[in-house]
């Protein structure tokens, strides 16, 4: 098994290397280039030139690759074309505060969706699993804007319980900070909720039908016990799965959600790089993100491993 | 009521009914829709009347017509992609689990890589280069979508593939493709399906998520996900605009989802749960 | 914006004086009451004094992350706003429309228009210390010029030297005369900076305000300089920028008090903001102008008749009404706005007439002509729509159009200046002669619609270098007619500058320029308490 691990862990080492051309790639071949993003209707040809010059796009591109790669591993992501600025020091305050809000939407979203996706496993075409299964519905097909804009209508700007733009600072205290994005992260639950509880009831409904499970009934057992003790840790692969890509579309897609709310995260910073060209802050935002998606992926897959009994002890 | 020697609970008759609705209001657009949609008919965001039911958006278009229109592209255009990623997802995926060694290794680094991509550039990239026509448009999502699909019924297929029938089966002699309709596929389908009804509302969505960087449905063709992001604000004017599309949106996947529990409960009853 | 209205802002700048305001009130058949009621409103503006103190929370669309504090690479609101407050300029384009000094003490214009002496203020500091001098003028200036990335670099390509006579006098020198050449000192990015200095991490100025924190595309804060050489202006103590590019986020941050005065409010919401009684909407009616350029030589664009088939096949007044609430200006296919000085009045309006639009597509001789508008909301919020609604004018009248929506990204390099039927749009220029040369000057870079023709260049450059204002008028009003009636883009729209602010704000007026006091609201601005 530890080598089955250790196989995984080189692989997704891989991965990161292979996304990483891929990134580069991308990069290179986007129509347009920073100089006439940025300027727009006011670039003259020897302003373009003098910034193209800038981009050192006369060196062929694998040698630009190689370097990008090789300062990229000693940590130095190079300077922002557009601000000038140092990548490294421009990113870090907000992938704090992208990692701060996945996590914040991860704690209240992930053990709700699991027990209410449990529960309605449990009593499977109740009353409570439809009313539950109506309302994760509901939030799932409405666009995470909308959401966003409802809640600050009703619970910001009528009620005012909470503020509407969510522009924390890197010295806001924890608590405050926790106030100010509650609403980001509540849309952010009620977004990936849905999806995580709907594969958790469907899982553990698929193992029900198995018939070990009906051993256990046949034992006599009640039926929250056999839900919780024999079918859900056999579940626990694809929901497992499941949360993992949901927690990568946490750190990753939540662009709209700071949009809205004012939230100085990664993803903003990214739309702004792109729809700039401002390559070097592209491809550290793409490390970053390919990055945290493969060590995600990674952690579900050695955790199906873990708990895949029949993975767990390979003949 | 009975369906096909099963029978059918209420709430799925509900989702029945909402999908033919849907369907029929889809192929006949042309027909049922009181005004052309991209026909300009009074000012921005008038008032319902008794010939605009839901009134005008926000160019002084008819906005029932073109909701009804909306559901012809949209439906339409999150059919075919939820379709094609599931084939493309479903077979590869399965074809992993079964195959294990460098198939799935070759495969799973594939999706792993596109999957690590954020899905908003990949789709900007490919579709900055590639162009917007709806085929490139509709490929791009599928195959953004179909690494999900993929994860998923890997992760199934492998859980099955462990199991001694499979085994057995392989054993046997019998070929890949037996193995999956046979043995692996009557299997995973009920979390497979679920993520179907899940899948087809994400598309919906995502289409509109395009139009935010410019791309996506050309106009004036309207589809439902584009008209909540241009109805979006007048949410502060209290108006219903954005609700409309939202809404129907919302009652497809949930009459969609309705027919997938009920298949799913089908599926567990055939099995032998008792539950 | 009703005509009175019109009058009523023309006063408040100084444009036109009480007694005028009263004819022209009185000529519209405006009631006695209503006049003086008007009157008291604008008295009680002109009334108010500043006061000092407070932090100045600004809640602005048009920032970015990719933002920098050098002043040629600024592009939008954001970094205008905040470029003012952190520096000077050499001339502020005033209320009133005309050029006043700043750094520039005073200018002298030799005849020709091709030789100004500038000459520059003394007991000027910089943020770090070290005085503001010629060279330092000369720096600046030349930041814009030969290789550079700045945005000023089209408009200081005119300039053929920058020289110092004395430690507080510069003279520059045109390669053709432009008696206008002060207004294109007041662009946004000609900001004064130490000789040599070129670290952007840091903001070193000589404006009313010194630089504390610098997250672009999140937040800017500064705080007021103390050895500010102004004692009229910068206000407030602090001020405070957040970045908020959702335009729904913008306005609930005003509302629920999280941020003081906004820029770009969206039209449809200003009736919203006016009914409730603790805010404000200021309202400019300025220069910006949406486009839809042909290019003039270029099949079957090239063809007279088939041009104004397209410009009658418009509906300026539709547009204005869905996409603009109202609060724009019809164009006239010529770039010149109704505030300039210099707008032709005489020239007739040109607006919707479904046959006219007919009968020119049938005398153009054209069956079914090509022809692709290419749109992208790159060029504008909005101008997706205003392609459609264009669509839709145009075959009502006959004249079919198929729409393009271009990717946003790489829509200025690929399609702008190369699609020969674009969607496109114009800043407004702070001088009539400046924008005329910018757009459709005989060798502008930027003549997306390939327009030349030999009577407008003649006219052109001797409206430039003609320092006698009634010789100039003539030669204006008749190049917005040789563009009105032959030019190849069509203008729909003058768009206003719409901003809001609570009540407490003091000093946040209209400016034809652009939004917020023309980026001057820093140190324009005040707080009531």
Same mark, same amino acid.
């Given at each position: ?71 990229? %591993? ?40 699991? %027990? ?72 952010? %639950? ?126 | ?8 609970? $209420? ?62 592209? *949209? ?77 998923? *019924? ?21 070929? $890949? ?23 087809? *509302? ?12 410019? $791309? ?60 | ?39 008291? +409103? ?10 000092? #103190? ?65 000459? @520059? ?8 210390? /070290?005085?503001?001098? !010629? ?19 089209? !408009?200081?390509? !005119?300039?053929?030297?920058?020289? /110092? ?10 390669? +053709? ?61 602090? @001020? ?45 009616? #300025? ?5 839809? +350029? ?50 032709? +009045? ?49 075959? /009502?009248?006959?004249?079919? @159009? ?25 800043? #407004? ?57 032959? #030019?190849?883009? @069509? ?39």
């Amino acid at each position: 098994m530890l080598r089955l691990i250790a196989q995984r862990l080189g692989l997704g080492l891989l991965t990161l290397f292979a996304a990483s051309v891929l990134i580069f790639a991308g990069t290179e071949i986007l129509p347009g280039d920073l100089a006439s993003a940025v300027l727009q209707n006011s670039a003259t040809p020897e302003s373009l030139a003098e910034m193209r010059k800038e981009l050192g796009l006369d060196r062929p591109a694998a040698v630009r690759y190689v370097e990008w790669l090789g300062h990229a %591993v000693e940590g130095d992501l190079g300077r922002s074309l557009a601000s000038h600025r140092d990548v490294v020091e421009e990113i870090t305050p907000r992938l704090k505060n992208t990692m701060f809000l996945a996590v914040y939407a991860a704690v209240v979203a992930v053990p709700l969706a699991v %027990v209410l996706g449990l529960m309605a496993a449990i009593w499977q075409g109740g009353i409570y699993d439809r009313a539950v299964n109506f309302v994760t519905l509901l939030t799932i097909s409405v666009p995470e804007y909308l959401v966003g804009y409802i809640l600050i209508k009703y619970l910001s700007v009528r009620l005012g319980w909470f503020p509407s733009l969510a522009n924390v600072t890197p010295d806001t205290p924890l608590l405050e900070r926790i106030g100010l994005t509650f609403l980001p992260m509540l849309t952010l %639950v009620l977004v990936v909720m849905a999806h995580m509880m709907r594969m958790t009831r469907a899982s553990v409904l698929q193992i029900m039908a198995s018939p070990y499970i009906e051993m256990a009934f046949l034992k006599g057992l009640p039926k929250w016990r056999v839900v919780v003790r024999h079918a859900f840790p056999n579940a626990l692969a694809p929901i497992i799965n499941v949360i993992a890509l949901d927690l990568a579309y946490l750190i990753v897609g939540v662009v709209v959600v700071e949009a809205v709310f004012v939230y100085p995260g990664l993803g903003q910073l990214m739309v702004d790089a792109v729809s700039k060209h401002d390559v070097p802050l592209v491809q550290a935002c793409g490390l970053i993100f390919a990055g945290a998606f493969i060590l995600l992926n990674m952690t579900a897959d050695v955790l199906a491993i873990l708990t895949n009994p029949r993975l767990r002890h390979p003949r | 009521m009975r369906l096909f020697g099963h029978r059918v609970p $209420l709430t799925a008759l509900i989702g029945l009914v909402i999908i033919a609705v849907n369907l029929i209001t889809a192929i006949g657009a042309p027909w049922i829709a009181p005004f052309d949609q991209a026909n300009v008919v009074g000012d921005a965001w008038g008032d319902p009347t008794s010939q605009n039911l839901l009134g005008l958006d926000n160019l002084g278009r008819d906005l029932l017509s073109r909701l009804i229109y909306g559901a012809r592209m *949209s439906i339409g255009l999150a059919f075919v992609i939820t379709c094609l990623s599931f084939a493309l997802g479903i077979v590869t995926g399965f074809a992993a689990a079964v195959l294990r060694g460098w198939v799935d290794t070759l495969l799973s680094r594939i999706v792993d890589l596109l999957l690590s991509m954020p899905t908003l550039i990949f789709a900007f990239i490919v579709l900055s280069v590639l162009g917007t026509d709806l085929p490139v448009l509709i490929l791009t999502i599928a195959i953004l979508d179909s690494t999900k699909v993929f994860r998923l *019924s890997r992760a199934l297929a492998m859980n099955l593939a462990a199991l001694e029938y499979v085994e057995v089966a392989q054993v046997r002699g019998e070929g $890949l493709w037996w193995v999956i309709r046979k043995e692996i596929l009557p299997n995973a389908a009920a979390p497979l399906i679920a993520e179907f009804g899940l899948r087809f *509302s994400f598309a919906f969505l995502f289409i509109a998520a395009l139009s935010f960087l410019g $791309l996506g449905v050309q106009p004036p063709n309207a589809d439902w996900g584009s008209m909540v992001r241009d109805y979006r604000d007048m949410i502060n004017l209290d108006a219903m605009a954005p609700l409309y599309p939202a809404g129907a949106i919302a009652i497809l996947t949930i009459g969609v989802n309705f027919v997938v529990d009920w298949m799913l409960s089908i599926h567990s009853h055939a099995h032998g749960d008792g539950a | 914006m009703t005509e009175l209205e019109f009058w009523r802002e023309q006063h408040v700048k100084g444009r036109i004086g009480r007694r005028e305001l009263l004819g022209r009130a009185a000529a519209l058949g405006a009631s006695a009451a209503a006049v003086s009621g008007m009157l008291a +409103s604008v008295e009680a503006h002109a009334a108010e004094t500043p006061r000092q #103190g407070g932090t100045l929370r600004l809640g602005l669309a048009g920032g970015s992350t990719t933002d920098s504090l050098d002043p040629g690479s600024y592009t939008d609101s954001v970094m205008i706003d905040v470029g003012h407050a952190f520096y000077n300029a050499m001339v502020e384009w005033g209320q009133d429309g005309k050029p006043h000094p700043e750094i520039a003490e005073s200018w002298e214009v030799k005849p020709g228009a091709a030789e100004w002496i500038f000459n @520059i203020r003394k007991g000027v500091t910089f943020s770090n210390g /070290k005085t503001l001098d !010629a060279d330092d003028v000369v720096y600046s200036l030349n930041m814009h010029r030969g290789k550079t990335k700045s945005g000023a670099a089209g !408009a200081f390509k !005119a300039i053929s030297d920058v020289k /110092k006579l004395s430690p507080n006098q510069v003279q520059v020198t045109l390669a +053709s005369g432009d008696a206008d050449f002060a207004y294109v000192l007041t662009d946004y990015h000609v900001l004064m900076v130490p000789d040599g200095w070129s670290d952007w991490s840091k903001a070193v100025g000589t404006g009313g305000y010194l630089l504390e924190k610098f997250e672009p595309g999140v937040r800017i804060t500064g705080k007021r300089n103390p050895n500010y050489w102004k004692t009229d202006r910068a206000h407030v103590d602090a @001020i405070d920028v957040t970045v908020i590019n959702d335009s729904s986020a913008r306005l609930n941050a005003l509302m629920t008090g999280q941020v003081d005065a906004i820029n770009r409010v969206d039209p449809k919401f200003v009736r919203t903001v006016q009914k409730n009684p603790k805010f404000e909407i200021v309202r400019a009616p #300025g220069g910006w102008h949406a486009v839809i +350029s042909m290019m003039h030589d270029r099949p079957p664009f090239d063809n007279h008749d088939l041009r104004m088939a397209l410009k009658y096949g418009i509906d300026r007044e539709q547009i204005i009404k869905a996409l603009f609430s109202g609060l724009a200006t019809a164009g006239n296919d010529h770039p010149i706005p109704q505030t300039d000085p210099y707008w032709n +009045s005489e020239l007739p309006q040109i607006k919707y007439d479904g046959d006219k639009a007919k009968f020119y597509l049938k005398k153009s001789g054209l069956t079914n002509p090509p022809l692709v508008l290419q749109c992208s909301d790159a060029a504008f919020a909005g101008a997706v729509d205003m392609a459609q609604l264009f669509q839709q004018s145009a075959a /009502k009248a006959g004249v079919r @159009i198929e729409l393009k929506k271009e990717p946003a990204d790489g829509f200025w390099d690929n399609v702008w200046l190369k699609g020969p039927f674009v969607t496109s749009y114009w800043g #407004g220029r702070a001088a009539a002669t400046q924008m005329l040369a910018v757009a459709y000057g005989p060798d502008a870079p930027w003549n997306e619609s390939h327009f030349k023709d030999p009577k407008f260049t003649e006219l052109l450059a001797a409206a430039r270098a003609e320092t006698d204002e009634a010789k100039r008028k003539p030669m204006i009003w008749e190049m917005q007619a040789i563009l009105h009636n032959d #030019g190849a883009t @069509i203008v729909p729209v003058f768009r206003d500058w719409l901003d809001a602010h609570n009540k407490n704000v003091g000093g946040h007026t209209p400016h034809g320029g652009f939004d917020m006091n023309n980026g001057w609201i820093a140190e324009q601005a005040w707080l009531k308490s």
